[in-house]
């Protein structure tokens, strides 16, 4: 594979056409808005989403989807998740139209839970493009910020496909000397970590804007990995997935990461300020506020218990203040620390 097509302009779709595209890859970048397509090609970066970083002169900036697809051997989708089925169905009613044989791999780089259907993006996948994707799914995620990887700072990450011959053709296409990617087969376990640590992100940040200590911080991002863990398992997801880059790894991260979107909001709601005014004033989007609803839902499905995730949920939905969150998850009834996991 070496004619691969970015779906999607943000921080993390630009970082990841830069980095193949100078890698040497024919990379082509899809970008939505025709306007913002002709300020990066005339300033030669990202200024709203990535400034600072000069746009390899061989990557094909564009606003035409027909154009950006064409003739690509892999398509990495990184829009938003609550804009994935829109962007994957209009790909789809193009490869329809289209005579040239169709991509060898469909590979999501968004994390999150669709919130109408509770689909994963993979999910997604699967119901657009159904026999065109067939086995040729793929998920890229764990613990990166978009940032240091357009800085060459060291980042491992993990690559989880269904079919392994595809999977060692994608990561040979992804790996550089500062991009480490391991390979997966656990595809549900790698969706739903790198949606569930979003929301916990938000409750991380909510505890640090309240001044709260390093011992909350800590008791948050660990009982938050019991609740990832025991959603996952639910969804027919390994409970080993959620000890690596997908799950722990991750999750770490975005918890304490400055560059953390999900954490950011959680921040602004832990010192007062309210949703809509936080909403209002983001450029990016921050995946966890719509996956807070999702997850919510999802628990209810399998019938497991998510109180962090349920608390994060009724802060953003229901009004609950951050304090009053806290107060009802301490005074839980006392239960078995791996009550669920076992």
């Not at 240091?148 to 491992?156: D, G, I, L, S």
């Not at 800590?218 to 409970?239: D, F, K, N, W, Y």
Request: net charge neutral.
């Amino acid at each position: 594979m070496n004619r691969v097509a970015i779906l999607g302009a943000g921080s993390w779709g630009t970082a990841l056409a830069s980095m193949l595209a100078g890698k040497g890859v024919d990379t082509s970048l899809w970008v939505r808005d025709p306007d913002a397509a002709r300020a990066m090609r005339l300033a030669g970066e990202n200024e709203k989403y990535l400034p600072g970083f000069p746009l390899p002169p061989e990557l094909e900036v564009t606003s035409g989807l027909e154009r950006a697809i064409s003739g690509r051997e892999c398509l990495l989708f990184a829009v938003p998740s609550h804009g994935m089925r829109q962007v994957a169905e209009q790909v789809n009613d193009l490869l329809d139209k289209s005579s040239a044989p169709g991509p060898g791999a469909f590979v999501s780089a968004s994390k999150g839970i669709e919130n109408r259907t509770l689909m994963t993006m993979t999910g997604i996948f699967r119901e657009v493009f159904g026999q065109k994707a067939g086995g040729r799914t793929a998920v890229l995620s764990g613990p990166s910020f978009a940032v240091e990887v357009a800085q060459k700072q060291p980042t491992a990450v993990t690559l989880a496909v269904s079919d392994m011959e595809l999977g060692h053709l994608l990561q040979t296409l992804f790996s550089t000397d500062f991009f480490r990617v391991y390979l997966s087969s656990d595809m549900v376990g790698i969706e739903l970590g790198g949606a569930v640590k979003n929301v916990l992100a938000i409750a991380a940040g909510i505890s640090d804007g309240m001044g709260l200590g390093t011992n909350t911080r800590a008791a948050l991002i660990t009982r938050g990995l019991a609740e990832m863990s025991r959603l996952g398992v639910r969804a027919g997801a390994s409970p080993l997935t959620f000890s690596g880059l997908g799950g722990l790894g991750d999750l770490v991260l975005t918890c304490t990461g400055a560059l953390s979107r999900n954490r950011q909001v959680g921040l602004r709601l832990g010192e007062g300020q309210g949703m809509e005014e936080i909403m209002n004033s983001m450029t990016m989007v921050a995946e966890g506020v719509k996956t807070a609803r999702s997850l919510f839902n999802l628990a209810r499905r399998y019938d497991v218990q998510t109180p962090v995730i349920d608390q994060v949920y009724r802060v953003i939905y229901e009004g609950l203040k951050p304090a009053d969150a806290v107060r009802e998850l301490m005074s839980r009834p006392p239960v078995h620390e791996l009550h669920g996991i076992e």
